[in-house]
């Protein structure tokens, strides 16, 4: 069997990146080579790898089994190149929710490479399940999300606490009230995040708990969208507490009080087998720690 270090790595970089010439360029390998080098790793293994599907690569079940394996003999051989060094160094991938992204990560981000100079962040947007499927195809070393989930390859721990609020302008009858009851709930029109996001689950998740059910007016998967649509009279929203601190203190938002249980918690998603390179470990350590209000 002859399964090279570089054919691991270009293996680890093809998952993560989607593309063999992208993984090829990051290795600093020919197009040429880097194929027959995934043709030579597929064929020391007994299976492959990958399957195209049109002119994308698709990672098979078999390539997914072995990517935590690939992953951790990558880090312990980072770890063993970074053991005589005192400085943390490196490119740092995290994909995280819009919330945490825009409202918690520039902070926690900014005291850690003040910290580490030498760390370079690379951070990527998008809903939990955008998250989770980054994580799964090892485009991200840590994932940060806001609404429940659970997956066979990926350890998802609890780690801060939230709440969605609803509100509504200040010109609409419910705001000199500022409470909406279950009737009102149903009456109303709302606008929402989309399907897939971890503030939709548990904003689906209280509704259907309380019986309620609601009229969806639009879905869309920016915060501001969503807060100017409710500015515009389009319907209520519901988000984040973090995502409206501004709106409600200069009054172009009012907070809505409600019987929905509207609690969760932001979750820190790592890969569950892979054994985690120092600078990965130390964020992961500083994230449970850190309080992102200091």
Same mark, same amino acid.
């Given at each position: 069997?002859?399964?090279s270090?570089k054919?691991?790595?270009?293996?680890?970089?093809?998952?993560r990146?989607?593309?063999?010439?992208? &993984?090829?360029n990051?290795?600093a390998? +020919?197009?040429?080579? $880097? +194929?027959?080098?995934?043709?030579e790793?597929?064929?020391?293994?007994g299976?492959?790898?990958?399957?195209? @599907?049109?002119?994308?690569?698709?990672i098979?079940? *078999?390539?997914?089994?072995? !990517?935590?394996? @690939?992953r951790?003999?990558?880090?312990?051989?980072e770890?063993?190149?970074?053991?005589?060094?005192?400085?943390?160094? =490196?490119i740092l991938?995290? @994909?995280?929710?819009?919330? #945490?992204?825009?409202? !918690?990560?520039?902070k926690? #981000?900014?005291?850690?490479?003040k910290n580490?100079?030498?760390?370079?962040?690379?951070?990527?947007? =998008?809903?939990?399940?955008?998250?989770?499927d980054?994580?799964?195809?090892?485009?991200?070393?840590?994932?940060l999300?806001?609404g429940?989930?659970?997956?066979?390859?990926?350890? #998802?721990? +609890?780690?801060?606490e939230d709440?969605?609020?609803?509100? /509504?302008?200040?010109?609409?009858?419910?705001?000199k009230? $500022?409470?909406? *009851?279950l009737?009102?709930?149903?009456?109303q &029109?709302?606008?929402l995040?989309?399907?897939?996001?971890g503030?939709? &689950?548990?904003?689906? $998740?209280?509704?259907?708990?309380? =019986?309620?059910q609601?009229?969806?007016a639009?879905?869309? +998967?920016?915060?501001?969208?969503?807060?100017?649509?409710?500015? &515009?009279?389009?319907?209520?929203g /519901?988000?984040?507490?973090?995502?409206?601190?501004?709106?409600?203190?200069?009054?172009?938002l009012v907070?809505?009080?409600?019987?929905?249980?509207?609690?969760?918690r932001?979750?820190?998603?790592?890969?569950?087998d892979?054994?985690?390179?120092?600078?990965?470990?130390?964020?992961?350590?500083?994230?449970?720690? $850190?309080?992102?209000s200091?």
């Open positions: 069997m002859s399964i270090i054919k691991l790595q270009l293996f680890e970089a093809t998952a990146l989607g593309k063999l010439s992208k &993984a090829a990051e290795l390998l +020919s197009q040429s080579a $880097a +194929s027959q080098a995934l043709k790793l597929e064929q020391s293994l299976y492959p790898l990958f399957e195209r @599907v049109g002119r994308d690569l698709v098979t079940e *078999n390539g997914l089994k072995s !990517l935590p394996k @690939v951790q003999i990558a880090d312990l051989l770890s063993l190149q970074l053991a005589n060094l005192n400085t943390m160094s =490196g991938r995290i @994909v995280a929710s819009a919330t #945490i992204a825009t409202y !918690l990560l520039p926690l #981000i900014a005291k850690f490479v580490y100079p030498e760390v370079v962040p690379e951070i990527h947007i =998008g809903n939990t399940q955008m998250v989770i980054h994580l799964d195809k090892g485009k991200a070393s840590i994932g999300i806001e429940p989930a659970v997956h066979r390859h990926l350890q #998802i721990t +609890s780690w801060q709440k969605l609020q609803i509100f /509504c302008p200040p010109s609409h009858p419910l705001a009230k $500022a409470r909406i *009851n009737e009102q709930l149903q009456q &029109a709302w606008v995040r989309e399907f897939g996001s503030t939709r &689950a548990i904003f689906d $998740a209280a509704t259907e708990q309380r =019986g309620v609601i009229n969806l639009m879905e869309l +998967s920016r915060q501001s969208a969503i807060k100017e649509s409710v500015k &515009a009279g389009l319907g209520l /519901c988000l984040s507490q973090l995502s409206i601190t501004e709106e409600l203190k200069n009054g172009g907070a809505l009080a409600s019987p929905l249980n509207l609690s969760r932001f979750s820190l998603v790592t890969h569950k892979s054994h985690h390179n120092l600078l990965t470990q130390k964020f992961i350590d500083y994230l449970i720690t $850190a309080s992102p200091k």
